[in-house]
């Protein structure tokens, strides 16, 4: 496994994980061990990829890195917070106030519309509902979806999910943006303008992106491989 630092990176990072180990509770007598010995950071306004095979730990990673799983080997630290110091109470505010996650599969509130999936967390957030409702709306259009805010996520195709996961991932402007494969589901073209858009709507975010793409681990500063 490897964890190259960035030795043009001397901010605090937002995102610190120190030899982490982690494996899955046993099932059926066999203990999965996912990943042994992961260090690595992600500073503001760092876009790092995080690439290996499938099963290689990648979505695992994210989890850990939103506080939805905690290991007890290692420490992952999230804006200061070391996260296995938290109660799961804090570890979900911490998730609202700073990370958004654009889970591998979406994930959107079924019996939610579009808008009404990416302006509830903006509503959490505690913000007005005539302001998250306008930039939500604003988000959808800017992914080319505002023609379709009032569709349930059924009656969105893949490509339209997960692009309505994306706007609710950055309409919040996070100060740590998780990606799972967020364009995995789009065309080439498509791909393009909305990691670009993802870059600039996020342009202070620490981001760490999953991918199976090596167009899309080009865009990122820098690349850490899981084996
Ligand atoms: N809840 C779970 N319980 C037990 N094992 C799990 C669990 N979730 C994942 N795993 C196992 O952990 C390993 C890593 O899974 P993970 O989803 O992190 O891989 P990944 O790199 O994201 O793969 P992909 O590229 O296919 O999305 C896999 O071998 C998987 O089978
Ligand atoms: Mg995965």
Do not use: W
């Not at 992600?42 to 939103?66: C, D, F, M, Q, W």
């Not at 070391?82 to 959107?108: I, K, M, P, S, Y």
């Not at 991932?169 to 073209?189: C, I, N």
């Amino acid at each position: 496994m490897t964890s190259p630092s960035d030795p043009t990176a001397h901010t605090t990072p937002v995102l610190s994980f120190d030899d982490v180990h982690y494996s899955y509770p046993k099932r059926r007598k066999e203990i999965v061990r996912v990943l042994r010995g992961l260090s690595v950071d992600v500073a503001a306004g760092e876009r790092v990829a995080l690439i290996g095979r499938s099963g290689s730990g990648k979505s695992t990673v994210l989890s850990l890195a939103s506080g939805r799983l905690v290991t007890p080997v290692g420490t992952v630290t999230v804006v200061g917070h070391d996260l296995a110091t938290l109660t799961a109470d804090e570890r979900a505010g911490l998730r609202l106030q700073h990370v958004a996650h654009v889970h591998q599969d979406f994930r959107l509130m079924p019996r939610y519309s579009a808008l009404e999936n990416v302006e509830l967390p903006l509503r959490l957030q505690g913000v007005a509902p005539a302001v998250a409702r306008e930039r939500a709306r604003e988000a959808l259009e800017r992914v080319g979806l505002g023609h379709r805010v009032g569709h349930r996520p059924k009656h969105l195709s893949g490509g339209e999910q997960q692009r309505v996961a994306i706007a609710r991932a950055v309409v919040r402007q996070p100060t740590l943006l998780l990606a799972d494969e967020p364009t995995g589901a789009l065309d080439v073209e498509l791909r393009d303008e909305i990691l670009q858009l993802m870059f600039t709507l996020c342009a202070a975010s620490a981001i760490l992106l999953v991918t199976h793409d090596p167009a899309v681990a080009d865009a990122a500063d820098r690349t850490v491989r899981l084996s």
